[in-house]
C-alpha cells in the first residue's frame, strides 16, 4: 500500500486542482474538499504506514510497544482536520453567499468588479 | 516578570480580551472598552518582550514543560519581539480608528474579537518554535483574515474574499504538505533541533532540504504575496471598510515575510546557492511588478494595495542578498512599512469618511480643507517613497548598500527605480486627492453627505499616533537601527538560539 | 471430558460461523441492491439484511473477544443498528414516494391512491428530477439551457 | 550649525501656525530668522577666511555612517551666506508677491525648509547628510512648484520636476554609497583624504557616472534640463530663489564638493565638459526663442549652469575661480531679473515679451534694478559680471570650442540682457502697457538691493568677495595655497577685447529678435523630439502600458492565479527534483506490492472510480454523496492503518460537512452547465502535473524517511508522565496542547466569521 | 493459519465484493434515492470491515470507529432526504 | 418499563463493584458476566412482584416479543435472500394501508419501525390523521391484503401494545 | 420534516447520543476519543435534533432554562420557602405554571457563550501550570481516579473545553443555517 496509496492521494490532489480551477463555484468547493483531503492524506502517508498497531498504550503496558503508529502524524493531522473543517465550513457559507449577492454560479462573472482596473 | 510569562503574555492577552468580547457580545461599547484595554496591554507587553530580548538577546519557553525537541517551544529573539510590538503599535492605531470610522453594524457583528484573535495568531507565528504550531497560527491568523475581510458582506468584500480563501487555502495545504515532508525527512518539528540537523553535513536527507523547502517558499510565498504568487492582495485588500483592511494590510504579509526570513535562515540554508539567485529575482519582479501595477490604478486603496507587493520585494531583497546588514535592512524595512502602510490605509479612510469615495478622479481639494490630513499625508508618502530622512530612507539605504556591497547590481538598481515609481504614485495620490480642484459636477453631491467634524478629529488621533512613530524611527533611527542588525545578527548566527531552546531548563520536575 | 474441549477453539468456531452468516447475508443484500427492479423493493429488503449481517458479524466479534466491554459495544451498536436504520430507511421512503419515484409496474397500489390523492402526488411521475440521464445532457450540449439538476 | 538648522525647521513648522495667528505680518519673523542666520553664518567669516575648516559633529546614525558631521570652509560659507541672504530678500518680496494668498502660512513653511535644507546641504560634510538635504530641497522645490495647485500646469511641472530630480537623487544615492564603499568613508573630507582609494577602485566609473547623473538632474544640465523651464509654473520668488540662485546650483555646488575625491581621471573632466558646453549653448539658443520673460531668463540659467560645469570640468585654478566669480554674479543678476519679472507679472498680468513696452515710468525702482542687473549680465565694466565674463574667458582661451560657447552664451546674455534691461523698460513705445497695480516696497525693494550689491561688488571686487572665494577655490581644488586675487581691471588684454566683441554681437543679435521670434514656430516640429516632449511620451507610454500589462496579469480571473501559482510550485519542484533526488528505488517499490490486501485495493479503486465520476456527474447531491464516499474510504484508510482518533475525526467532519452543505444547498449554485471550453485541456494537465508530482514526493519521502525520536519519547512518556494510554490524545491535549489551542481558535472564529456572513447585511442594517 | 483467520480473510474478500456491488449501484443509479441507499450500505459494509479488521488485528480500539460509524452513519442519508423534501416543498 | 432501566443499571452496578475487588472467583468473561448479568435481573424481576406487578407480568412478554421479532427477521431475511439467489422473482410488491390501534408517538413509531426492520416490509407514511400507516410489504400470501393486515396488527401491534399500556 | 417516526426516534435517541458524546469525551485519554470528537458526537446530536423538529424546539428543549421564583410570604417559613423554590426548579417544574403566585424567568445558553466558555477553560486550564509557577500548560493532575472518567488533571479539563467549544461552534453553524 506504500506505493499505491501515493497514487491515491496524487490523484485526488490533481482532482481538487482540476476543480479548483473550474469556473463552477460548486465545483470549486468540491475542488476545495477534495485538495483538503489530499493534502490530510498526504500526511498521513508520508508520516509512515504502520498496518493495525494504534498509538495507544495496552492496559498491561506502561509504555506503547512496537509495532505501533507514529502518533505524531496522526495528531498533526487531526489538528489539521479540524482546521480544515472549519476553513471550509467558512468557505462553503461564503460561496453560498456569492452566489447569493451574484446571482450566479460562474466565477468569470464576478470578474466585473475587477481588481485591476 | 519570569521570562515564560512574558512570552505568554502575547498571546493570552488578545485571547482572553476576545473572550471578554465575546461574553459582551450584546454589548458593543463593553466590548471596544475590552478591546481597549487588550490592545494596551499587548502593546505593553510587547514592549516587555522587547526589552528582555534586548537584554537576553533570546528567551524561550517549553509549553507544558515537556523538553525542547518534544514539546512545543515558545521563544523570542530581537526580530520577533520587535515585529510584535510594531504590530501592537497598528493594533493600537487600527483600534482607535474603527471606534469613530467603522460602522456600528459591523462592530457589533464580532469585530473587536476577531481583531483580537487576528493578534493572536500574528503574536503565535511570531514566537513560535515549531513548525507544525507555525502553521497552526497562521491558519489563525488566516481564518481572521477570512472572517474580517468578508465582515459586511459587500458585493467587493465577498468577491475578495472568496479569491483569498481559495488561493491561500492552497498554500496552506503545500504548507501542511512541507511540514509533513520535513517531518519524515529530519523527525523532529522544533525549529531549533531542526536547524542544528540540518547544520551536520553528514545527514543522510540533507540533498532533500531544498525540495522541501520549495513547499515552504511557495507556502509562504503565497502569504506574504511575492511574484508570482500576489495575486490574491490586489483582489481582495482594497474591498473591506479601512479599520479592517489598514490592519491586514499593514500586518500580515509582513508576517508572511517574517516566517520567510526566519526559516529561509534558520532551517533552509543548505542550498543557498541555488535559493538566494531566485529570491533574488522573485524580490525583483515583486518590486517591479507590485509598482507597475500601482502605477497603472486610479483608486487611492488600490494603489496603496499594490504597493504593499512592491514592498515585500524590499524586503525580500535583503534575504536575497543574505549579509548581516542586508537583512537587518529588511528587518528595518519591515517595520516601517508595517507602520506606514497602515497609516496610509488609515489616511484614506478619513479622507473616505468625508467624501465618501476612494476614486482619484472624484476626490479633490482635500489640501486646502484638510491641511492637518495633507501634512499626515504628505510624511507618511514620503516616508513610503523613502524620503530621506523619513523612515523608508533608511532601510532602502541600508538594503542598496548592502547590495551593491555584496555585488547584487541590478537588484539594486530595481530597487531604486521601484522607489522611483513609488516617488511617482505617492505624489500621484497627492496631486489627485490633495491638489487637484474636484470636479464641479461631483462638489455637490459630495458635500452633500453630512460631516461630523468632531467624528472626523477623532479619526486623525490614530494617524497622528502613528505618525509620531514613523517620524521617530526616521529622525532618530538609530535605536531600530541597531535593534535591526542585533536581530539580523541573531538570524545569522543561531547558535543562542537553539542553545537558549536546547538547553531550557524550564523543563519537567 | 471438560478437560479436553479446547474452548478457545470453540469460541473460535462460533465465532467464524457467525460471522460468515453475518457476511452472506450482507453478500446477499448487496447483490440484492444490484438486481431487484425498484428502488422501493431495494429499500425495504435491503438495509435490513445489511444489518442483521452487521449484527450476526459484531455478535461474532463478541464472541470471539469475550469480554463485557467488548459485549456491552457490541450490543450497544447492534442497539443503535436497529434504531437508526429502520429510521433512514422510512425516511428515504417517505421522501422517494413524496418525490414520484415510481413504483416496480407490478406493484400493486390500490390501497394507495388515497394517499396520493390527499398528497397531490397524482401527476405523473417525474424521472428528471433525480436522473443525469444521457439524453438531458446531450440536449444541455445542445442548447446550453438548464443542466439536468436536482435543485 | 546644527542649531542653526534647527532653528531653520522649527520657524519652517512656526510659519502657518503664526500665519494662523498674526496674519499677513508673519513676513516680519520669518525675514529676521533668515537675517539672523545670515548674520549667525557671518560670524564664520574671520575663521573661514583664515583658512580654518570648522568642524561640527554629532553622532546621529553610526552603525550606517551617517552622522551629523559638519564643516565651514570657503565654498560652505559662500553658498551659505548666499542662500541666507537671499532668503532673507525672498521672504520679504514674497509677502507682496503673493499678499492676498490665504496658503502663505504654507508658502513660508515650504521656503523655509528648503532654505534650511539648502544651509543644511552646503554645511553637511557627512555625504549621506548632504543628501538628505539634497532630497529635501527636492521636496519642498515639488510644493514649491506645485503652489498654485489649482492650475494643472503647475502640478505637472511640479511633478515632473520632482521625478527628474528624484531619479538624479536616487543615482545620486548609489553613486555616494559606492563612492562610501570603495573608501570606507562617510564623510567629504575623509573622502578627499582617501581620493587614491576611490579614484582606482572598480567602482569610480559607475560612480561618477550616477553622481553625474545626480548632480545633472539637478542642476539642469542635458539631457535634463527640460523640467527648470517647467518649473517657472511656481510664483515668481520661488523661480528666483530655488531656480537660479540656489538649487539649481546645488549641483554645481556638489560637484565642486566632489572635486577633490573625483577629479584626476579624464572621464570626469570630459564629461562635465561635455554636458556643461553643451547645456550651455543649447540654454543660450533656446533662451532666444522664447518670448516668456520667465522662459527667457529659465534657459539663460540652464545656459549659465552649464557654464558652471564646464568651468568645473576644465578644472584649472583659473577655470575654478572664473566658475566660483561667475556663480555669485549670476546669482545676484539672475535673481534680480527674476524678481524684476515676478513684478512685472505681478502689476500688468502678463510676462509676455511683445506685450510688455515701456514700463520704466510706471515701476522706475523696477526698471533700475533690471538695468542693473542686466548690465551686471551682459559683463559691463564696473559689475561683477564683467569680472566673471573676464575670467571666464581668460580660462578657456586654450580651447577654441569652450571659448566659442563661452562666446556664444555671452552673446545670447547680452541680448537678453538688453531686453530685460532695456526693451522692457526704457524702450520708448507708442502702446504703453497698462499697470494693474502699483509695485509696493516689497517687490522693488529686494530686486534693487541684489542689482546693487552686484554692483557694489563689482566695483570692491578685490577686497570684498576675492577673499571668500579664494577660500571657496581652495575647497574646490583641495589646494591650501590656492591663491584667487580678483582685479576690476586687467587693463586692455585679448579678453578684453572679447568681451566688447561679445556685447556687440549681443546687440546685433537683439536687433535680429523680432525675426527670430517670428521664425520659432518653424522650429516647433524640432521639439517633439527634445527630452521633454521624451518624457511625456513615456510617462504616457508608462502608465498605458502598466494598465495594460497589469491587466493581462492581475485578470481577475480566480483560476488564473491558481494556474500561475501551481505552474509556479511545479516548476521549482521538478528542478530541485530533477537535481537532487536519489530516485526511487523501484524494485522495492514493486516487492511492497505484495503486502496489498484485496481490501485495500477495493477501496482503493473505489475512491479512484469514485474521483472518475466526480468528473463525469453533473448533479450537486450526488457529487456531494460521491465526496461522502471519497472521505469515509479515505477514514477506512485511517483505520487500516492504526489511526482510530482520525478515522473516528473523519467520519464525522464528512457527516457534519455533508449536513453543512445540505443546510446550504438550496442556496447554493445549480449545476447550470458551465464547461471550461477553452483551455481545458490545459487546466488538465497543469492537474495531472501537480498530482504526479506529489505522488512521486511522496513516494520518495516514504523512501527516505527516518525514525523519529519523538515517537518514542512519546510512547514512553504518555502514560508514566501525562497519564492517558491514548498517545494521540495525550499529544493533543498535552505534548502539542497549543496546537490544539490554535484549533479551536480557528474553529470559533469560522463560527463568528460564517455567522456574520450569513446574518450581517450593511446594507440592511443588520443587527447580532 | 487458524480457521479463525482463514474465515476472516474470506470474509474481507466478500465484503470487498459487497462494496463493489454497491458501488455499481451507486453508478448506475438512476434516481437519487438509490444512490443514497447504495451509500447506506456502503456504510454497514464499511462497518463490517472495521469489524473484521478489529478481529484480525485483535485490536479493540477500533471497535469505537464502528460505534462512532453506527451511531452517525444515517445522518447522511437523513440529511439528503431533508434536503429533497426542503427543495420540492 | 422503566424499572428494567433501573434494573440494568443496579445490576450492572453490582457487577461492576464485584469485579472491581480482587481474587473475584468467576473468571471475567463475556459469557460469565452475561450469565451473572442475566441471573441479577431475574431476581430482580422476580422481586419486583411485591412491589410492581405491571413490570412483573409485561417483562416476560417483552421477552417473547424479542423472541418473535428474531424469528420474523430471519425468516423474512431468509424469504428475500432466496428471491435474490434465485433469477425469478416470487414477490408481489403491495402498498398497505394498515388501520392503527396505536396512538401515542412512542407506540406508532416503535411499530413503523419494528415493521421496518423486518425485510420486505418498509413504513412509508402515516396519514395525517395517524389512523393509517401505509406499509410496502413484498409478500402477499395468496394475495390475501386483509389477511396480510390481521396477522401484522395480531403478530407486532398487540404486542407493543400490550408493552407500553 | 414532519414524519413522527423520525422524530420520536430522535427525541429518544438525542439523550443517548448527548451521554455517548461525554463518555467518548472524557475517555478519550485513554481511548479513541477525546474533546474533538466527543463534541462533534455531541453537536450532531443536536443536529438530528434540529433536522427532525426545528431549530427552535431544540432551543427550547436543551438551550434555554426556565427558572420560577416566588415571593415568599409571611405565613412561610424560611425552609419550606426554601424548599419549594428548589422543587419548583428541579422535579416539580410544572405546577408553577399553573399557579399565578409564580414568576419565571428564561436563562439561554447561546452557542456563543459556549464557544467563549469552552476557550475560556481551554486556555484557563493552561493557565494553571503558569499560577503553579511551571510553564504555560504544565498538566497538574489530582490524586486518585474517578471511575469510568478515569484520572482528573488540567489536561482533561482542557480537553473539556475543546468539547464546549466545538458544541459551541457546530451549534452556532447549524442554528444560523437553519435560520436562513
Ligand atoms: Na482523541
Ligand atoms: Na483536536
Sequence with gaps: METLLPLMVGSLFAAGLYFILHRHLFKVILGLILFGLATNLFL??????????????????????????????????????????????????????????FKSNNLDELRKENEAH | MPSDLLLLLPLLIPLY???????????????????????????????????????????????????????????????????????????????????????????????????????????????????????????????????????????????????????????????????????????????????????????????????????????????????????????????PPIAISAFIAGLITKVGIYTFIRLFTLIFVSDLGFLLPLLAILSGLTMLVGVIGAAAQTDFKKILSFHIISQIGYMLMGL????????????????????????????????????????????????????????????????????????????????????????????????????????????????????????????????????????????????????????????????????????????????NYTETVLTNNNTRK | MAGTIDWVLVKEIISCVFILTGVIFML????????????????????????????????????YFNQPGVMLKVLAIIGFTSITAPVAAHVIGRTAVQNRISFWPKTNLKEFEDYITKEHLEQPINHDKYTEDIKEDIRMEMGGGDDADNG | MFYALLIGILAAAAAPLLFRAIGRRVVVPMVLIALLLFVYYCTFLPQVLQGQNLVEQYSWVPELGINLQFRMDGLSLLFALLISFFGALVMLYASGYLHNDRLLGRFYLYLTLFMTAMLGLVTSDNIFCLFISWELTSISSYLLIGFKQADKNARTAAWQALLVTGLGGLALMAGLILISISADSYTFSGLTEQRQLVQQHIFYLPAVILVLVGCFTKSAQ?????????????????????????????????????????????????????????????????????????????????????????????????????????????????????????????????????????LGPGMKYNGWAASLAA??????????????????????????????????????????????????????????????????????????????????????????????????????????????????????????????????????????????????????????????????????????KAKAFILWLQDGYLRSYVMYIMLFFCGLLLFTLQRDTPGINITDRIYQLQEVRLYELVVLFLVIAALVYLLGTRSRLTSIVVMGLIGYSAALFYILFGAPDVAITQFLIETLTVVIFVLLLHKLPAFTYLSHQFKKYKFIAISVLFGSLMTYVMLLVQQQAIPSELKKYYGKMSYMEAHGRNIVNVILVDFRGLDTLGEITVLAVAALGIFSLLRLNPEKGGKP | MSILHVTLIISMIMLSICLLLNAIR???????????????????????????????????????????????????????????????K | MKLLLIHIVVAGALIYAYFRQPGALIPYTALSTALLFLLLIIFLWVSSKFYNRSYYRKLPKLFYFLLYFLKELFVANLKIAYDIVTPHYRMQPTLLALPLNAKTDLEISLLANIISLTPGTLSIDISEDRSVLYVHTLYVKHGDVEQLKRSIKDGFERRILELTA | MRTIIFATAIRYLTPVFLLFSVYILFRGHNHPGGGFIGGLIGSIAFVFHVLAHGSERTVNTYFQLTVFHQNRQENHSRTKYVWDLVGANTWKRI?????????????????????????????????????????????????????IIGAIGTPILFDTGVYLLVLGMVLKLVFTMSKE
Design chain 3, 28 to 63: 446477499i443484500a448487496s447483490i440484492g441492491l444490484l438486481r431487484f427492479p425498484d428502488f422501493y423493493i431495494r429499500m425495504s429488503a435491503i438495509t435490513k439484511g445489511a444489518t442483521l449481517g452487521l449484527g450476526l458479524i459484531l455478535l461474532g466479534m463478541g464472541v
Design chain 4, 375 to 544: 548690465l551686471s549680465m551682459a559683463g559691463v565694466f564696473p559689475f561683477i559680471g564683467f569680472v566673471g565674463k573676464e575670467l571666464l574667458y581668460e580660462s578657456t582661451l586654450e580651447s577654441l570650442l569652450l571659448l566659442a560657447v563661452n562666446f556664444i552664451a555671452g552673446v545670447a546674455f547680452v541680448a537678453v540682457a538688453i531686453i530685460i534691461g532695456f526693451r522692457v523698460f526704457w524702450r520708448k513705445a507708442t502702446d504703453k502697457t497698462q499697470l494693474q497695480h502699483k509695485a509696493g516696497f516689497k517687490l522693488y525693494f529686494p530686486p534693487l538691493v541684489l542689482a546693487g550689491i552686484g554692483l557694489l561688488l563689482g566695483v570692491l571686487v578685490s577686497s570684498v568677495p576675492s577673499p571668500l572665494l579664494q577660500q571657496g577655490a581652495r575647497a574646490v581644488l583641495a589646494d591650501e595655497t590656492a591663491k584667487l586675487k580678483l582685479s576690476l581691471w586687467h587693463g586692455f588684454t585679448p579678453v578684453l577685447g572679447l568681451s566688447v566683441l561679445t556685447i556687440i554681437a549681443g546687440m546685433l543679435v537683439y536687433s535680429f529678435l523680432p525675426a527670430i521670434h517670428t521664425r520659432v514656430t518653424a522650429l516647433q516640429p524640432v521639439y517633439k523630439y527634445g527630452p521633454n516632449a521624451v518624457y511625456h511620451k513615456l510617462f504616457e507610454q508608462f502608465l498605458v
Design chain 1, 44 to 101: 498521513f502517508v508520508v508520516g509512515g504506514l504502520t498496518r493495525g498497531g494504534t498509538a495507544i498504550i495496552n492496559k498491561h503496558e506502561k509504555v506503547a510497544v512496537e509495532p505501533y503508529a507514529d502518533p505524531v502524524p496522526q495528531a498533526l493531522l487531526l489538528t489539521a482536520i479540524v482546521i480544515g473543517f472549519g476553513i471550509q465550513a467558512f468557505a462553503i457559507v461564503l460561496i453560498r453567499r456569492v452566489y447569493q449577492t
Design chain 2, 17 to 239: 480580551g476576545a473572550l471578554l468580547c465575546l461574553m459582551f457580545w450584546q454589548k458593543e461599547k463593553w466590548q471596544a472598552a475590552m478591546a481597549g484595554l487588550a490592545q494596551v496591554a499587548w502593546l505593553a507587553g510587547s514592549a516587555f518582550l522587547l526589552q528582555r530580548v534586548w537584554v537576553q538577546d533570546v528567551v524561550s519557553t517549553q509549553i507544558g514543560n515537556w523538553p525542547a525537541p518534544y514539546g512545543i517551544t515558545l521563544v523570542a529573539d530581537v526580530f520577533s519581539a520587535l515585529l510584535l510590538l510594531a504590530g501592537a503599535v497598528i493594533g493600537l492605531a487600527v483600534y482607535l480608528f474603527s471606534l469613530q470610522g467603522l460602522d456600528v453594524t459591523r462592530r457589533r457583528f464580532g469585530y473587536y474579537p476577531l481583531l483580537l484573535l487576528l493578534q493572536m495568531g500574528v503574536s503565535g507565528v511570531c514566537l513560535t518554535g515549531d513548525l507544525f504550531n507555525l502553521y497552526v497560527w497562521f491558519e489563525v491568523l488566516l481564518i481572521c483574515c477570512f472572517a474580517l475581510l468578508s465582515l459586511g458582506s459587500t458585493k467587493g468584500q465577498l468577491e475578495g474574499t472568496l479569491k483569498y480563501v481559495t488561493i491561500n487555502f492552497l498554500a496552506s495545504g503545500l504548507l501542511l504538505t512541507g511540514v509533513g515532508v520535513v517531518y519524515s525527512l529530519f523527525g523532529s518539528l522544533n525549529l531549533a533541533e531542526l536547524a542544528v540537523l540540518v547544520r551536520q553535513p553528514t545527514h543522510p536527507n540533507l540533498p532533500l532540504l531544498s525540495m522541501a523547502s520549495i513547499f515552504f517558499l511557495v507556502g509562504f510565498g503565497v502569504k506574504s504575496a511575492i511574484f508570482p504568487l500576489f495575486f490574491w492582495l490586489p483582489a481582495s485588500y482594497h474591498t
Design chain 5, 26 to 88: 451507486f453508478a448506475i443509479g438512476p434516481t437519487l434515492p438509490d444512490r443514497i441507499t447504495a451509500f447506506d450500505l456502503f456504510v454497514a459494509n464499511i462497518i463490517g470491515i472495521i469489524i473484521i479488521y478489529t478481529e484480525l488485528t485483535d485490536n479493540e480500539d477500533f471497535i469505537d470507529v464502528a460505534m462512532v460509524l453506527s451511531l452517525f452513519g444515517f445522518l447522511g442519508s437523513i440529511s439528503f432526504a431533508y434536503y429533497i423534501m426542503k427543495i420540492t
Design chain 7, 95 to 147: 405546577q408553577p405554571f399553573k399557579s399565578a403566585s409564580w414568576q419565571f424567568y428564561i436563562l439561554r445558553v447561546r452557542p456563543a457563550y459556549m464557544m467563549a466558555t469552552g476557550l475560556f477553560i481551554a486556555v484557563t486550564s493552561g493557565v494553571v501550570g503558569l499560577l503553579r509557577g511551571q510553564s504555560f500548560m504544565a498538566a497538574w493532575w489530582m490524586e486518585g481516579e474517578i471511575p
Design chain 4, 222 to 358: 542635458f539631457p535634463f534640463h527640460f523640467w527648470l523651464p517647467n518649473a517657472m509654473a511656481a510664483p515668481t520668488p520661488v523661480s528666483a530663489y530655488l531656480h537660479s540662485a540656489t538649487m539649481v546650483k546645488a549641483g554645481i555646488y556638489l560637484l565642486a564638493r566632489l572635486n577633490p575625491v573625483l577629479a584626476g581621471p579624464d572621464v570626469w573632466h570630459y564629461a562635465l565638459m561635455a554636458a556643461g558646453g553643451i547645456t550651455a549653448v543649447l540654454g543660450a539658443v533656446l533662451a532666444l526663442q522664447h518670448t516668456d520673460l520667465k522662459a527667457i531668463l529659465a534657459y539663460t540659467t540652464i545656459s549659465a549652469l552649464g557654464l558652471l560645469v564646464t568651468m568645473l570640468g576644465l578644472g584649472s585654478e583659473y577655470a575654478v575661480k572664473a566658475m566660483l566669480v561667475f556663480l555669485l554674479a549670476h546669482a545676484l543678476y539672475k535673481g534680480t531679473l527674476f524678481l524684476v519679472t515676478g513684478c512685472i507679472d505681478h502689476s500688468t498680468g502678463t510676462r509676455d515679451l511683445q506685450k510688455l513696452h515701456h
Design chain 2, 320 to 495: 536575497a542578498i543574505y549579509t548581516p546588514l542586508a537583512i537587518a535592512g529588511s528587518i528595518f524595512f519591515i517595520v516601517h512599512n508595517i507602520l506606514v502602510k497602515t497609516n496610509l490605509f488609515l489616511i484614506s479612510g478619513v479622507v473616505a469618511e468625508r467624501y465618501r469615495t476612494f476614486s482619484l478622479k472624484k476626490l479633490g481639494d482635500v489640501y486646502l480643507e484638510q491641511p492637518i490630513l495633507a501634512l499626515l499625508f504628505l510624511v507618511s508618502a514620503l516616508s513610503l517613497a523613502g524620503t530621506p530622512p523619513l523612515s523608508g530612507f533608511w532601510g532602502k539605504l541600508m538594503l542598496a548598500k548592502a547590495g551593491l556591497t555584496a555585488g547584487n547590481y541590478i537588484l539594486v538598481a530595481t530597487s531604486l527605480c521601484v522607489s522611483l515609481v513609488t516617488l511617482f504614485s505617492m505624489t500621484k495620490i497627492w496631486n489627485e486627492v490633495f491638489w487637484k480642484p474636484k470636479a464641479q459636477s461631483l462638489e455637490k453631491k459630495l458635500t452633500r453627505a453630512p460631516v461630523n467634524l468632531f467624528r472626523l478629529r477623532q479619526l486623525y488621533l490614530p494617524v497622528i499616533l502613528l505618525l509620531v512613530f514613523i517620524l521617530f524611527i526616521g529622525v532618530c533611527a538609530r535605536p531600530l537601527v541597531q535593534l535591526s542588525e542585533r536581530a539580523a545578527n541573531g538570524l545569522l548566527h543561531i547558535e
